[in-house]
């Protein structure tokens, strides 16, 4: 199974945001990718169980992460 995370920051909280289409209640935040990275590596497999049933074998994820920059 391939599920598709996308991260956004949220400047105002200072933390990265993350949600998926494809895993019903996906929702986590962090200061930085790699702690949200972390995170995911448990939700995903956790929300897979919840939403699909036990014993739904291993599968992976991508995570998209998107911030806005400005520049002059």
Partial sequence: MQFHVHAIWDDEAKVWVAE???????VAEADT?????EKLKVLVPELVELNLGPGRGKGTFTLMAERELAYS
Avoid at 20 to 26: R, T, V
Avoid at 33 to 37: D, S
């Fill in 20 to 26: 998926s289409n494809d895993l019903p209640g996906l």
């Fill in 33 to 37: 990718v790699e702690a949200l990275l």
